[in-house]
């Protein structure tokens, strides 16, 4: 009898093995946490029929999901594959009984759900959508784990996350990192950049990055909680390597109307964004044209985001007239979703604020989006913007003859490399302080470790660590090195570095 198995994606091929792996050190959970549309499902199935206790060698597999639905598509794809091998119905008519003696019975784990599991034997319980699953832990513990008592098998976990502090993601951090994976949409070949450009321009930023990045993150709040917040004491200015300025400009002096709204921020010699100083006034125009002059004497940004909407694109060809590097800008996202782009960089940890900004301004930051005022959340967003190239997608810059400041920021430029033979680099790193010294790396980054070495087979990528493989990158280019190099270092031996790359 044919089967009519797909073929194996290159992260699925890993992704079994690193199961394989896991289940012979002994655990009990594995878990996969990918984007939409990179293959989830079937590598589940894939899995539950050819793992070496699985259907195709006479295992019983109970696979579950939320709901009917759900399990309709995965049946259906098993009929596809296995069509010739399916004896009948499985007992209650859960599933179905193969000729090889396997079995896979389908369980709907959602609300209303009756007893899944009960009176069976399994050698292994896998759950797709497990992140949907209303009180998943309790399932596990009085349902499904009871069934492998008599095999020991494992409990194989996949899903796309569904935000956090939920069961799926608490058993997410409490994972062993050897018995998890994770990876985003573009795991799938298939998916093009021009896809995901699209789901970018037509998804909010963190249902983006939840649905086709696989990131854990809250995406039913906007309001960034001081828990996300990192504070600390800045670095002397001098050591930072990009300085930038937003500014949200009002003109009226009416005490119920918007303030002008300054935000100063920057890079740090080790990568670290910060939020160096917030201000808001309320003065006429002539008189916050000599504040931000005198603001930009003093700190010498290297770039100014300024918002030129109506009367403001006057005030801004005053400023560039008198020497300011300004960028004008006219925002076409609204408020929301501006905030929330960096609001996700505020979530992962990646924005510092200094401990001495104002508190008013800072707590309008807090407070966005039910505050009074939000001219220093927009002031924020523009002066981070320079510092997070994706932040830039939500406006328009007139890039006319005066107006627009185009030089490559100082942080953007690429650090020289030296390439070394087995794929490792050498580059200049500098320290909190600013010192810079050569330090050589791994090819994906890590601290560099001799037994590391990389070879090239076709188009494909394949990391050794002490001679075991560890890794395979299909556009192995971009994860790892750039192609227009290899055949240079190849090329070499010995470990010699070779010419500089810029």
């Given at each position: 009898m044919d089967l009519h198995l797909p073929p194996l994606l290159e992260w699925q091929k890993h992704w079994f093995d690193k199961v394989e792996a896991a289940i012979a050190e002994g655990e009990s959970i594995f878990m996969l946490n990918v984007g939409r549309q990179a293959g989830k499902t079937s590598a589940l199935l894939l899995w539950a029929l050819m793992w070496e206790r699985g259907a195709l060698a006479g295992g019983h597999i109970g696979f579950c999901a939320p709901s009917d639905k759900h399990l309709a598509d995965v049946k259906d794809r098993l009929k596809r594959w296995v069509g010739e091998l399916i004896s009948g119905p499985s007992p209650a008519g859960l599933g179905f009984d193969l000729s090889s003696g396997g079995r896979i019975d389908f369980w709907p784990l959602g609300f209303g759900a009756i007893a899944a599991g009960r009176g069976r034997s399994y050698q292994a319980v896998v759950i797709d959508e497990a992140a949907y699953v209303p009180n998943l832990s309790a399932i596990l513990e009085a349902n499904?784990?009871?069934?492998?008592?008599?095999?020991g098998g494992p409990v194989i976990l996949g899903s796309t996350p569904d935000g956090l502090n939920n069961d799926y993601h608490d058993l997410w951090r409490h994972t062993p990192e050897h018995a998890r994976f994770s990876g985003g949409s573009d795991l799938?070949?298939?998916?093009s950049d021009a896809w995901l450009a699209n789901k970018r321009r037509t998804m909010t930023e963190l249902r983006y990055l939840q649905e086709c990045e696989a990131v854990f993150c809250d995406v039913a709040g906007l309001k960034l909680k001081r828990a996300e917040v990192r504070y600390g004491r800045p670095p002397e200015l001098a050591s930072f390597k990009t300085i930038s300025f937003g500014i949200d400009p009002a003109t009226s002096v009416k005490t119920s109307a918007d303030y002008t709204a300054l935000a100063v921020c920057g890079i740090d010699a080790i990568d670290r964004r910060w939020l160096l100083h917030l201000a808001h006034w309320r003065l006429s125009w002539g008189e916050t044209e000599m504040k931000l002059l005198g603001f930009y004497a003093a700190w010498r940004p290297h770039t100014v985001i300024f918002e030129a909407v109506n009367f403001a694109a006057l005030g801004c060809r005053a400023l560039l007239n008198a020497g300011m590097a300004v960028r004008p800008i006219v925002p076409h996202k609204d408020k929301m979703t501006r905030f929330e782009r960096l609001h996700v960089r505020y979530h992962m940890g990646e924005i510092w604020h200094s401990d001495s900004l104002d508190p008013e301004c800072e707590n309008e930051l807090y407070a966005f989006d039910s505050g009074s005022h939000d001219d220093v959340v927009d002031a924020t967003v523009f002066g981070f913007t320079?510092?997070?190239?994706?932040?830039?997608?939500?406006?328009?810059?007139?890039?006319?003859?005066?107006?627009?400041?185009?030089?490559?920021?100082?942080?953007?430029?690429?650090?020289?490399?030296?390439?070394?033979?087995?794929?490792?680099?050498?580059?200049?790193?500098?320290?909190?302080?600013?010192?810079?010294?050569?330090?050589?790396?791994?090819?994906?980054?890590?601290?560099?470790?001799?037994?590391?070495?990389?070879?090239?087979?076709?188009?494909?990528?394949?990391?050794?660590e002490h001679d075991q493989e560890i890794s395979r990158h299909p556009r192995w280019h971009e994860p790892i090195l750039r192609a227009q190099h290899l055949d240079q270092y190849q090329a070499k031996h010995n470990g010699r570095p070779v010419k500089t790359i810029h």
């Open positions: 499904l784990m009871p069934t492998l008592a008599t095999t799938n070949p298939a998916i320079p510092l997070f190239a994706e932040l830039s997608t939500d406006w328009s810059e007139d890039r006319t003859s005066g107006r627009y400041w185009g030089h490559t920021l100082p942080h953007e430029k690429e650090v020289p490399r030296l390439y070394l033979e087995n794929g490792a680099y050498m580059q200049k790193v500098a320290s909190e302080s600013g010192e810079h010294e050569m330090q050589t790396f791994n090819p994906d980054g890590t601290e560099y470790d001799d037994s590391w070495r990389i070879e090239r087979v076709g188009d494909m990528c394949i990391v050794y």
